[in-house]
């Protein structure tokens, strides 16, 4: 047994040899491989951080939000921050890796959202879906990061085809964004945008036409607001015009080049409009040279209006610019000053076939002339529903003599009253020698003539006693003519009362007609529509003002 157990071998202590790696730190390692290499490709695939400020956080919500470029998902709103000034607020979003070339000067974010606009409607899918980011790529070199966003969408996208017009107007009138733009009743464009002009006297718009409408803006073409309905009254009757359906209700612009304007290529975008109130003001004819006269009137100009026309036989040459009240400290009498322009180009001197334009000098020439022959401004009825007067250029018979005068850069024009006026004139002069007339005196007159004659007729029947039978018969139906004649001029006689009465009646008419005069020259429309009820006329009253106004 001894044996046995010496047979069993000793142990024999040997030396480490080196380290050996243990298979259960190869799963962390490789981990944290993947996990570095998960992260670096996360940040070599992650697209651009851009933000961009809006007036209010509206339709935008962190992590929801999206961004979107023609319908397609682009980047995700991350965060929404107020801006440090509490006037805006700022959102965070992340793009897809490739827009980097995208995000330029101009591109252009907005919320869609719904919107009724310029007759036009947008955003109704967002009512299900909710709010999102839209984006606008523009066409600048230059890279951003940082943006403001529209509050309204834009109107076109960049790339549309056309060209965009800069007008200028004195007030927006019913224009809007989406307004649309008309040629020959063709919707051919809209508005783009409008702003308050920095003096705060007027109003830029931008209008866009579409191609290839674009090609009819010349240098001479013409805008103007073609909303709600233009009624016009004139010699052929009422005329009503409007471009469409849609110009009533929201507005709309229209514009056209007039008729036998120069050709020209077209308009360049730069090139500012003057946008006009109307088609009939647009287009008129182009006047490059003014002459300003200055008219003064010693009568009511109620119903004159800047604006107004200076007719000459029917043709307009020129314009009311200015209606001023002026006192002659002279004689401390108060007139009204009409300042004028006058067109001279539309005088022409030389045959129909050969007409050659005048220098200033002739000009004033052939004015002064045709004054000494009789010109004057007079102040006439263009309208008698709305009462409204132009100044009326024309001959007149035996006017006082006048020369033209010159007043500073204007000269004056001579005046004459106007017909109504001349009506009103002539009634009160009538009215005054009816007035002056001594019914009674001629009533006393007439009764002592009578008595003379009847005192003559009783002498010769007694020189005539011894007369004929047949002279005597005569004699006494003499005497009852006389008797007859007596009976009527009697104070108290039909005929002598008759006759009174009819001149009161006379008076009386003559103070209806002034009145009527009076009246017509303040409210002219009342030969259409009527006297107003709440205007009842004192003949007595207004006589005695009109009194006052003589004294």
């Known amino acids: ?83 440090p000034d509490l006037q805006s607020v700022i959102a965070t979003a992340d793009l897809v890796k490739g827009f980097e070339a995208r995000l330029v000067d101009d591109a252009k974010f907005w919320v869609v959202r719904p919107r009724v606009s310029g007759g036009s409607v947008s955003g109704i899918g ?12 523009g066409k600048s070199v230059q890279a951003r990061r940082d943006f403001i966003g529209l509050e309204v969408p834009p109107i076109l996208s ?7 017009y800069v007008l200028k107007s004195h007030n927006l009138g019913s224009l809007d964004y989406g307004s649309p733009v008309f040629f020959r009743r063709l919707q051919v464009g809209q508005v783009t945008g409008y702003e308050l002009d920095k003096d705060g006297k007027g109003v830029t718009l931008r209008a866009f036409v579409n191609a290839p409408y674009d090609q009819y803006v010349n240098p001479n ?39 036998g304007s120069e050709v020209l290529p077209p308009a360049g975008p730069d090139l500012p409009f003057e946008l006009f109130n109307s088609r009939e003001e647009a287009l008129k004819n182009p006047d490059t040279l003014i ?8 009568e009511s ?61 002739q000009r004033l020439a052939v004015l002064n002339g045709m004054i000494s022959r009789g010109l004057r401004a007079q102040l006439r009825s263009g309208n008698l529903v709305t009462g409204q007067l132009y100044v009326a250029l024309d001959f007149v018979r035996d006017p006082p003599e006048a020369k033209l005068r010159s007043i500073g850069s204007m000269v004056e024009i001579p005046t004459m009253p106007g017909s109504l006026e001349d009506l009103k004139a002539s009634i009160t002069s009538v009215a005054r020698k009816l007035e002056k007339i001594d019914y009674e005196g001629i009533s006393t007159d007439l009764r002592n ?64 007609i ?10 002219p429309e009342a030969l259409v529509s009527g006297k107003k009820a709440d205007e009842p006329t004192n003949p007595a009253k207004q006589n005695d003002e009109r009194k006052g106004e003589s004294r």
């Not at 960049?158 to 965009?164: H, I, L, N, V, Y």
């Not at 002459?291 to 010693?298: G, Q, S």
Request: glycine share 8%; aromatic share 4%.
């Open 449 to 512: 003539t009578l008595n003379s004659t009847t005192r003559m007729v009783k002498g010769l029947e007694t020189t005539v006693a011894d007369i004929a039978p047949e002279a005597k018969a005569v004699i006494a139906e003499a005497q009852r003519a006389m008797a007859a004649a007596e009976r009527a001029i009697a104070p108290d006689s039909p005929i002598l009362q008759d006759t009174r009465a009819m001149t009161m009646e006379v008076s009386r008419a003559a103070q209806a």
């Open 301 to 361: 100009v109620r119903g004159l209006t800047v604006g107004a026309p200076v007719d000459f036989r029917g043709i307009d040459i020129g314009t009311v610019t200015a209606i001023k009240v002026e006192i002659n400290e002279a004689n401390q009498r108060v007139n009204v000053a009409v300042e004028v322009d006058l067109y001279p180009e539309r005088l022409r001197a030389g045959e129909t076939r050969q007409r050659t334009a005048l220098s200033d000098k």
């Open 514 to 523: 002034r009145l009527l005069a009076d009246y017509l020259e303040r409210h």
């Open 1 to 83: 047994m001894t044996e046995e157990i010496n047979d069993i071998p000793e142990a024999v202590t040997g030396r480490k040899s080196g380290r050996t790696v243990q298979l259960v730190w190869l799963i962390p390692l490789i981990a944290a491989l993947l996990g570095g290499w998960l992260a670096l490709k996360s940040v070599m695939d992650r697209g651009p951080v851009i933000t961009i400020s809006f007036k209010t956080a509206e339709g935008l919500e962190a992590g929801k939000t999206k961004l979107k470029f023609k319908d397609v998902e682009i980047g995700q709103v991350s965060t929404v921050e107020l801006a």
């Open 158 to 164: 960049t790339d549309a085809p056309g060209r965009e």
């Open 126 to 137: 967002t009512v299900l879906s909710g709010s999102y980011i839209s984006v606008g790529i």
């Open 221 to 259: 073409s013409r805008f103007w607001h073609s909303s709600g309905v233009d009624v016009t009254l004139d010699a052929s009757g009422i005329k009503v015009d409007t471009q469409s359906l849609v110009s009533i209700v929201i507005g709309g612009l229209a514009f056209e080049t007039p008729a």
């Open 291 to 298: 002459m300003k006269a200055i008219m003064v009137f010693n």
